[in-house]
């Protein structure tokens, strides 16, 4: 069984192909959702996350308070690293765990920073989603009910999609749904006969 990375930058619609992935047997870890439930639920890095962003960065209730922690990591690159290396390592041992567990020839990992945070070595094969800046700014700001100058600043903080590309081993461009599931389709093929010959 091989790891195949998805990734692409913040509004490329990574979710909707590990989706059309999923509707095709494929199991998908989604990297970020896991981080996110980590740091609401596993005490180890919440304590991590109070020691370094203070106490506030926890609501009342225990849930991790997102826009007191967006407001610090996505104004200052440091920070945000910083916030990553919390997290990244309790996901791999969340993924490490999750892919023993699976029967399938291939398993997705999405994750948004998959460059960035250094992960995409462990994986075999990295497919990106592709998308135009002002289509991929258009669907965030329809998605989260964000201001514009937020997205851009969280695009600052990803790598460039051209960077990506390159670094790539299949490229989906999503701007039709339709087109998009037929893109997912041709590639889980080619992925299905790596696994064969491997």
């Not at 203070?54 to 916030?83: C, R, S």
């Not at 990106?128 to 851009?152: F, G, H, M, Q, W």
């Not at 695009?155 to 039709?176: A, F, G, H, L, R």
């Amino acid at each position: 069984m091989f790891v195949v990375g998805l990734t692409g930058g913040i509004g490329s619609g990574k979710s909707t192909v590990a989706k059309f992935f999923e509707e095709m047997g494929v199991p998908v870890f989604i990297a970020d959702a896991e981080g996110k439930k980590l740091m609401a639920n596993n005490e180890s890095v919440k304590e991590a996350v109070k020691s370094f962003l203070g106490n506030e960065a926890y609501q009342a209730d225990g849930k991790p308070n997102t826009a007191y922690i967006a407001g610090i990591v996505f104004k200052d690159k440091n920070k945000l690293q910083q916030l990553n290396s919390i997290i990244h390592p309790a996901v791999a041992t969340s993924f490490k765990s999750w892919k023993e567990q699976q029967t399938a020839p291939y398993v997705l990992k999405e994750a948004a920073i998959l460059f960035e945070s250094g992960s995409f070595k462990d994986c075999d094969y990295i497919v990106t989603v592709s998308a135009p800046e002002k289509l991929r700014i258009e669907r965030v700001l329809t998605r989260d009910n964000t201001a514009k100058e937020a997205v851009e600043e969280r695009m600052k903080n990803q790598w460039p999609e051209e960077e990506k590309i390159k670094q790539s081993d299949y490229v989906i461009q999503n701007i039709n749904l339709e087109t998009t599931r037929e893109l997912v389709g041709k590639v889980h093929s080619l992925l299905l006969k790596k696994s064969i010959s491997t």
